[in-house]
């Protein structure tokens, strides 16, 4: 089994639209949220977090948007639960993700895409240990 780390981005904390992609989550047969945080972020915590977008044209507003409120930080264990995450999800563009998916549902902005998920069982034990360190 699977574990992958989730950010409810500040747009869907603000947009008060956190128990709606919780329950949709939750909802998926045998996956279960082992901890949760709402934290506004810092920088050092981001600049670990998103290392790979460093020089990026979006790296900088990108920051700037996921320090702009508190987040919900979650860990999700379960059945292929990094690929279906990221199923839930989306496309990183909101425009360009289907209707039924988080993203698609709620989302127009790119950098305001409601939702982080782990791409990757690599990804997912490097962003545990960054936001749950007692976890890992
Ligand atoms: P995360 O789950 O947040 O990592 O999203 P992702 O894996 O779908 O996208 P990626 O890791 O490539 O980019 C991280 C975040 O940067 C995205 O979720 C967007 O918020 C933002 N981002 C990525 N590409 C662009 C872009 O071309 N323009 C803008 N404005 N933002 C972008
Ligand atoms: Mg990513």
């Known amino acids: 089994t ?10 869907a904390v603000r947009r008060s639209l956190v128990g709606e992609i919780i329950s949709r989550i939750e ?11 709402l934290r506004t ?17 979006f790296y900088e507003p ?3 948007f996921m320090a702009s409120g508190p987040v919900v930080a979650m860990i999700v264990e379960g059945e292929r639960v990094i690929e279906g995450v990221r199923q839930l999800a989306g496309p990183t563009d909101p425009v360009a993700a289907a209707p039924g998916s988080i993203r698609g549902d709620f989302g127009v ?3 305001e895409n409601l ?7 690599e990804s997912a ?7 749950f360190p007692g976890h890992a």
């Open 2 to 11: 699977q574990r992958t780390l989730v950010l409810l981005k500040p747009d």
């Open 125 to 131: 034990e490097r962003e545990v240990k960054i936001f």
């Open 62 to 64: 990108l920051m700037e």
């Open 27 to 37: 909802r998926k047969a045998g996956w279960r949220i082992t901890a949760l945080e």
């Open 115 to 121: 939702i982080h998920a782990s791409d990757s069982e």
């Open 41 to 57: 972020l810092d920088r050092a915590t981001l600049e670990q977090h998103y290392e790979e977008h460093v020089g990026r044209p």
């Open 109 to 111: 902005i790119v950098r």
